[in-house]
Nanobody
Framework: QVQLVESGGGLVQPGGSLRLSCAASGSIFKITAMGWYRQAPGKERELVATITTGGTTNLATSVKGRFTISRDNTKNMVYLQMNSLKPEDTAVYFC?????????????WGQGTQVTVSS
């Protein structure tokens, strides 16, 4: 089991910045990737960005050039730096992690943190 706790959401004006943080605990030695998804009202949850233990990143086209994902393996943390925020970035952002043990993949989610971009 892995527990994830997000922080850093809030209200920001268009063009502003926010930094989300996610702390992992529990069976962290099994983690192979971490990342962020988001879900806007009335829409499906979508991938924002992921990063592997080795540092390979994957970002959604809609956030490339504006968002940066990073992680600190020593602290079991993953971060999402969001710049040039747009109203369409408004959503609940969920931390996500993938673990592997004995060839079996498991996925865990945080409780979510609200990001609202509005003037």
């Amino acid at each position: 089991q892995v527990q994830l706790v997000e922080s850093g959401g809030g209200l920001v004006q268009p063009g502003g910045s926010l930094r989300l943080s996610c702390a992992a605990s529990g069976s962290i030695f099994k983690i192979t990737a971490m990342g962020w998804y988001r879900q806007a009202p009335g829409k499906e949850r979508e991938l924002v960005a992921t990063i592997t233990t080795g540092g390979t990143t994957n970002l959604a086209t809609s956030v490339k050039g504006r968002f940066t994902i990073s992680r600190d393996n020593t602290k079991n943390m993953v971060y999402l730096q969001m710049n040039s925020l747009k109203p369409e970035d408004t959503a609940v952002y969920f931390c996500w992690t993938q673990t592997v043990a004995a060839g079996i993949f498991n996925y865990y989610w945080g409780q979510g943190t609200q990001v609202t971009v509005s003037s």
